[in-house]
């Protein structure tokens, strides 16, 4: 009788538990402009989404602090996708028939953008994704936009490097999700018009916690140069790696890794890894006449500030994607159709992860100028030039 | 009608069973006796091919049944029940015989899933059936208990009807009298003749000497894992190595 | 760089490897040999090491072996904890309810140290230093030394408790008749509780070892865990050699099938291993005599 | 006896009723999107719940099957011209007879060691997804799966797409209560209660069981089907072994063998997150906790706890009643 009564109990106390929850969710009253996003704030890409989303309610606090857009707040609604591509549609969904959001920033990874693609396509709402992979935007879809630097941007960046070294024969070790397999993807796609071969072409898993098997077969392999393309903490554990087999070739890492935490958990080993990267890292070392230099700066600061960590350029593609939106609702209000027509005629904007063009024909605008080679040096992102 | 020929079984070293023959005659009620540890229960475990033996076969009939599955067993009319009383505890009484009519029913998958009119039709025919059962054995009042909820008299009870279910030729019985009074014990003997009267051959291990020498007409001995004696109740009774064994003399 | 040392580098990380996976492996049979549960959580007692330690050093300002004691120490107290909250009061002790359990357990922890310490992964320094050491050509860090060491540690003091302790002894009683056992007089119920202690107390050794080497973040326990359990299906459900055996057997299969095959299908290959030895072995491949138990 | 199995048709009936005029109310709403995974959800959960709660035997490889019935979909649709609907049914067939082949060895194993045999299946087939990037396009996924079209009728929004999973829930649901109250239910449900006492009643366990795992994964492929030709883009992280827990969840919750149950198991995990949206981040320590209390104190899940609160409620009522009389 005892054990019955604690059961009803139980059940009762999640019944009301969830039905608070409901209620609790639906109390939010609707204030002016929504805005939706959808990070993957939990789960496997969650070093993507929560800098993203951090990033994104910082400029939206700033920017209702600073009196909204021409006198109207925003509302950031934000959606944990958990990198789960239903998770996203749903949350897709929610945002364009719950909330009728004017615009959506995010997903964070490429296959979740891919998933809501169509439903946003058919709703006909604005969305900048702060994803990289290339067939976000290529081919153009009319509403999709995204801030995410494609990673043959990157690639191109080490490739050229290699090439001025005169480098021809190198190893790359990629992690088998879906940053690393984009970057795989990418650098051999790219490799022969650098004249690059790759001669040994190796993976580790997300969660491998050794890489040396992998390694000691790049190194029987001859390669000159590693590339490794990963998101923390693989790389760190590769660099690590690499230093206790005794390797002596360049090893070079993705943008993947380009925050303090990798210098944090690679310690003595990181030093002399080169990197493409966003400018974010090396934000002070830039020259004044660069012009992204400014919001460069006012972002680390204020991230700085509010969250006591260093921002990196994950928080940095919402940045650029809520900026180019706060612009583009500026010049042409809140109308979903407006601010995509708004979005399409972006020139020369100057955000974090580069300078942003777009055009009826390319909707991911950026060249490869917007990743520069760091080193790391002494403990510390260095400038390659 | 069940012959068991030279049966040796052996558990990582230790001879449980070693070099038992025995036969039992067609509608016959035999009981298997011997002190705890005999190998008694293992003796029926390697029959209804729940142990596999070191040694030896077993024939029903004439057919060989040795390493044969219990379903196997099952369908060629051979079924037990258990010391411990083994019933599906979740569901109800009817049920439960419901399973034993298992062999008696073909539906697969996909017409019970469907409920094809053959499936409807057998689905009725295997209910009256198990409530016959139940009536047989007298549990047809419980029918909708759940079977956990059951005295364990009862228990024993609907054991019996869902083996009968089954339609056996032969029936075996783990200490079928374990743990009932004595009014429950002299039913169980009413039983027990009723069951031998549908022509079914019966086999019972016991510890209640009183029900053994009442129903039994003929009488294994089994001690330390092997046959001491096999006989009538009463050659069994004035057996003397059987008496030395219980008495625990040399 | 030769053939042989290649080799030679393969068989000093798969053998490294395969310690850390033989002592995740040691939690699972010391509770398993108790109890004849298999926890799921075993693998967060690993990741509950490692994160104590690194928030100990970082809070407390104190030496890593008194923050390496007090993490362990923590550790076994959560293990207590899911032993008299979860396992205890359980009446319904099906295989089904206590999997559901453990994996249930597993979760909980797991999202409580996400909540507590944050997502980041995070390193400790190692024991000794970071320069490698040259074998035959092929290099291992001093870590590993640490681990091997502890590791044969371990097994020692597994031996001894088991075979001379009084306490080992009950515990092995258990192991093999609760009901006897607790008819000459010994209290199953802190049997029960001990294997927890223990194993959670190993578990989070192993968590501390290897976070100089591998790092480690709130979710490290669910494919360590699993290795481990590879590792002791493979040994035969035994907390002694014979995990050893089959964790390191595993880290060499691993480690050569990744550097002669194909590094992509590394888990693969554990897992076609681990199914294989359920499907024709699943007493395992080292399971002496059925004296050996716990 | 017949009383009750007409209520049970009721029950079914009214449920199907609600389940059809639902979209007639949420015109438009989001809420149709999160149905419509609910249904895919369900017919998972229902599909596990064959297996768990009627057989007994566990399975944490659940989101395998769900996989390999999207990937094999998927891939058919968009690498060859094969119609989506021969699609699905190639790729449930497919599952199956993978089920079928390794139910032998695999439902061998009891208890821990089967659960450490599906897991390990589970992550196999889940690096074989991310592995053969040439098929499956690897970790970024597949993308551009086709919608399922019935004549000029597209299945590619909430409504139609809301009709088409629930018409296939709906079935699974009745044939699955079917069954269960057939002559292989019960011989599932005794395999569950004792498997030896079954055994020797003639019941072939190993058959019976390998069957209702295949017909498990066949309905998951199918699920998994459908799932891959409404979302239109999959990727490997959807099936992995963290969904497989999230199935086994969800059946736990709900209630162990009660078709309903699985219904709400999945109802609840599908909107959890909305209900967490205020407490975000807690959702997988409110999953291990329901896990582990109601595995302690509801071994009947929700499903039953609201059984038993009707019950006390009915009664209290009848004896207020007579205290009032």
Redesign the interface.
């Known amino acids: 009788m005892k054990?019955?009564f604690?059961?009803?109990m139980?059940?009762?106390v999640?019944a009301t538990i969830?039905f608070v929850?409901?209620a609790?969710?639906q109390a939010f009253a609707a204030p002016p402009i929504k805005i939706g996003a959808l990070f993957s704030?939990?789960?496997?890409a969650a070093f993507l989404g929560e800098p993203e989303r951090n990033t994104a309610q910082m400029l939206v606090y700033e920017i209702n602090k600073a009196g909204g857009i021409k006198g109207r707040k925003l509302e950031l609604v934000v959606?944990?996708t958990?990198?789960?591509?239903?998770?996203a549609?749903?949350g897709a969904?929610?945002?364009?028939?719950?909330d009728k959001v004017a615009a959506i920033i995010g997903p964070s990874t490429?296959?979740d953008s891919?998933?809501v693609?169509?439903v946003v396509e058919?709703a006909g709402i604005p969305l900048i994704s702060c994803a990289a992979?290339i067939?976000i935007t290529d081919p153009v879809k009319k509403w999709i936009f995204k801030t995410a630097q494609n990673d043959a941007l990157a690639v191109a960046r080490i490739y050229e490097y290699l090439n001025k070294q005169k480098i021809g024969n190198v190893a790359i070790l990629t992690v088998?999700?879906?940053f690393?397999?984009?970057g795989r993807?990418q650098l051999v796609a790219h490799a022969k018009e650098y004249g690059i071969e790759i001669i040994s072409n190796e993976?580790y898993g997300p969660k491998d916690t050794d890489m040396t098997a992998q390694l000691t077969k790049i190194r029987a392999s001859g390669a000159q140069a590693i590339i490794c393309w990963g998101t923390n903490p693989g790389p760190a554990i590769v660099a690590r790696n690499v230093k206790q087999l005794g390797i002596k070739i360049p090893l070079f890492m993705s943008h993947g890794v380009s925050s303090k935490k990798f210098i944090e958990l690679a310690g003595d080993a990181a030093e002399g890894i080169m990197l493409p990267s966003g400018r974010v890292i090396v934000a002070s070392q830039m020259p004044n006449t660069d012009r992204q230099k400014k919001a460069l700066l006012s972002y680390v600061t204020s991230y700085k500030n509010l969250y006591k960590v260093e921002g990196d350029h994950f928080g940095g593609h919402a940045w650029d994607a809520m900026m180019l939106l706060k612009g583009a609702i500026e010049k042409a209000g809140d109308k979903p159709s407006a601010i995509r027509d708004q979005l399409e005629k972006t020139t020369k904007f100057a955000g974090i992860g580069g300078t942003f063009s777009y055009t009826a024909q390319d909707h991911a605008g950026l060249t490869k100028d917007a990743f520069v080679l760091v080193e790391v040096k002494d403990q510390n992102w260095k400038l390659v030039k | 009608m069940l012959k068991v020929e030279s049966i040796t079984q052996i558990f990582g070293g230790l001879t449980a069973l070693e070099n038992v023959s025995f036969s039992v005659a067609p509608h016959s009620i035999t009981g298997v006796i011997g002190p705890n540890g005999a190998g008694k229960t293992t003796l029926f475990n390697i029959v209804?091919g729940?142990y596999t033996q070191t040694e030896g076969k077993v024939y029903l009939g004439d057919k060989n049944i040795s390493f044969f599955?219990?379903?196997v067993?099952?369908?060629l009319g051979l079924?037990?029940t258990?010391q411990n009383v083994?019933?599906?505890?979740?569901?109800s009484v009817l049920?439960n015989v419901?399973?034993?009519l298992?062999?008696k029913?073909k539906?697969?998958?996909f017409s019970?899933?469907?409920?094809l009119p053959g499936?409807i039709k057998?689905?009725k025919r295997?209910?009256e059936k198990a409530y016959q059962w139940l009536e047989f054995t007298g549990l047809a009042d419980s029918a909708?208990v759940t079977a956990c909820n059951l005295p364990f008299g009862k228990g024993r009870l609907l054991e019996i009807s869902?083996?009968m279910?089954?339609e056996p030729q032969i029936i075996l019985m783990d200490e079928p009298a374990a743990g009932l009074n004595s009014r429950e014990t002299a039913g169980l003997a009413g039983l027990i003749r009723k069951i031998q009267e549908l022509g079914v051959t019966i086999v019972l291990v016991e510890h209640d000497m009183e029900l053994v020498m009442d129903v039994c007409e003929s009488i294994i001995v089994l001690n330390l894992g092997k046959k001491l004696a096999h006989g009538t109740p009463r050659e069994i009774q004035e057996n003397k190595a059987v008496i030395a064994a219980y008495l625990g003399e040399d | 760089m030769d053939n042989p040392s290649q080799l030679v580098q393969y068989i000093l990380t798969g053998l490294s490897n395969g310690a850390i996976y033989a002592l995740i492996g040691f939690g699972f049979a010391i509770i398993?040999n108790a109890t004849g549960?298999?926890n799921?959580a075993q693998g967060e007692f690993v990741m509950l090491g490692g994160m104590f330690t690194i928030f100990i050093l970082s809070f407390l300002n104190i030496p890593l072996p008194m923050a390496i004691v007090l993490a362990i120490a923590f550790s076994t107290l959560v293990g207590i904890l899911f032993e008299r909250l979860?396992i205890r009061?359980?009446k319904?002790v099906k295989?089904?309810?206590?999997?559901?359990?453990t994996?249930?357990?597993?979760?909980?922890?797991?999202?409580?140290a996400?909540?507590i310490w944050g997502k980041d992964t995070h390193a400790l320094p190692a024991f000794s230093g970071n320069e490698p050491l040259y074998v035959y050509g092929a290099t291992i860090m001093p870590q590993h030394l640490w681990i091997f060491g502890i590791t044969i540690l371990i097994i020692i003091a597994n031996k001894l408790f088991f075979s001379y302790s009084i306490l080992g002894k009950a515990m092995r009683a258990c192991a093999y008749n609760a009901y006897a056992a607790s008819l000459v007089g010994i209290d199953v119920k802190i049997m029960v509780l001990l294997s927890f202690v223990v194993s959670a107390a190993i578990g989070s050794m192993a968590g501390i070892i290897i976070a100089p080497l591998t790092m480690t973040s709130y979710d490290v326990g669910?494919m360590l865990g699993?290795k481990g359990?590879?590792a002791v299906?493979i040994g035969g459900m035994s907390s002694g050699l014979g995990t050893v055996l089959g964790g390191l057997l595993l880290g060499l299969l691993e480690s050569l099938g990744a550097g002669y095959i194909s590094a992509?299908?590394k888990?693969?290959f554990a897992?076609?291993i681990?199914?294989l030895i359920?499907?024709i072995r699943?007493e395992g491949l080292f399971k002496q005599k059925e004296t050996q138990r716990v | 006896?017949m009383i009750k199995e007409k209520r049970q048709i009721f029950i079914f009936l009214l449920f199907a009723l609600v389940v059809l005029l639902v979209p007639i109310f949420l015109k438009?709403?989001?809420?149709l999107?999160?149905l419509v995974?609910i249904g895919i959800n369900t017919l998972l959960a229902v599909a596990l719940n064959l297996l768990?709660g009627y057989a007994?035997q566990?399975s944490l490889g659940q989101a395998a099957f769900f996989g390999l019935g999207a990937y094999i979909s998927g891939i058919l649709t968009t690498r060859f011209p094969v119609d989506p609907w021969l699609a699905l049914v190639v790729a449930a067939g497919c599952a199956s007879v993978l089920a079928f082949v390794i139910g032998f060895?695999?439902l061998?194993?009891?208890?821990?060691?089967l659960?450490?045999?599906t897991?390990?299946?589970g992550?196999?087939v889940y690096?074989?997804f991310?592995?053969t990037?040439d098929w499956t396009g690897?970790?970024?996924?597949l993308?551009g799966i086709p919608n399922l079209r019935l004549g000029p009728f597209v299945f590619d929004?909430?409504r139609n797409n809301y009709y088409l999973v629930w018409m296939m829930t709906l079935g699974v649901m009745l044939?699955?209560i079917?069954?269960s109250q057939?002559?292989?239910?019960?011989?599932l449900?005794?395999i569950?209660?004792?498997e030896?006492?079954?055994?020797?009643?003639?019941?072939?366990?190993r058959m019976m069981k390998v069957?209702?795992f295949t017909?498990s994964a066949f309905v998951s492929a199918i699920a998994g089907s459908l799932?891959a030709h409404t979302?239109?883009?999959?990727?490997p992280?959807?099936f992995g072994?963290n969904f497989s827990?999230e199935l086994?969840t969800m059946v736990?919750i709900g209630g162990l063998g009660s078709i309903y149950g699985s219904f709400l198991g999945a109802t609840?995990l599908?909107m959890l997150?909305?209900?967490?949206?205020?407490?975000?981040?807690?959702?997988?320590?409110?999953?291990?906790?329901?896990?582990?209390?109601i595995?302690?104190?509801?071994?009947a899940g929700?499903i039953g706890?609201?059984e038993?609160?009707i019950k006390?409620i009915a009664e209290k009522i009848k004896g207020s009643a007579e205290n009032n009389a």
């Open positions: 054990k019955k604690f059961s009803t139980l059940f009762f999640i969830l929850f409901t609790g969710a704030v939990s789960g496997p959606i944990d958990q990198g789960d591509p239903a998770k549609v749903q969904n929610k945002l364009i028939k719950d490429t296959g891919m998933a693609i169509p058919k992979g067939k088998s999700d879906g690393g397999s984009s993807e993976t | 209804t729940l599955e219990p379903e067993l099952a369908r079924v037990r258990f083994e019933l599906f505890g979740q569901m049920e419901m399973v034993g298992h062999t029913s539906s697969g998958i019970c899933a469907f409920k499936q057998e689905e295997i209910k909708d869902r083996a279910a089954v | 398993h549960i298999l799921f979860a009061p359980l319904n295989p089904l309810s206590l999997v559901i359990i994996i249930g357990a597993s979760i909980f922890i797991r999202g409580a996400m909540l669910i699993i359990f590879c299906i992509s299908y888990d693969a897992f076609i681990l199914l359920l499907f699943p | 006896m438009g709403s989001y809420f999107n999160v995974f768990l007994g566990i060895p695999i061998k194993l009891k208890g821990h060691y659960a450490m045999a897991l390990g299946f992550i196999i690096i074989i991310n592995e990037v690897g970790p970024s996924g993308s929004n909430d044939l699955s079917n069954l057939s002559r292989i239910g019960r011989a449900r005794a569950n209660d004792s030896v006492a079954a055994r020797v009643m003639g019941v072939n366990a069957q209702i017909v799932y979302i239109t883009f999959i990727s992280a959807s072994f827990v086994l736990i609840i599908t997150p909305e209900f967490l949206r205020v407490f975000r981040d807690f959702d997988i320590v409110i999953y291990g906790l329901m896990l582990i209390l595995t302690m104190f509801m071994p929700l706890g609201i038993m609160s006390i």
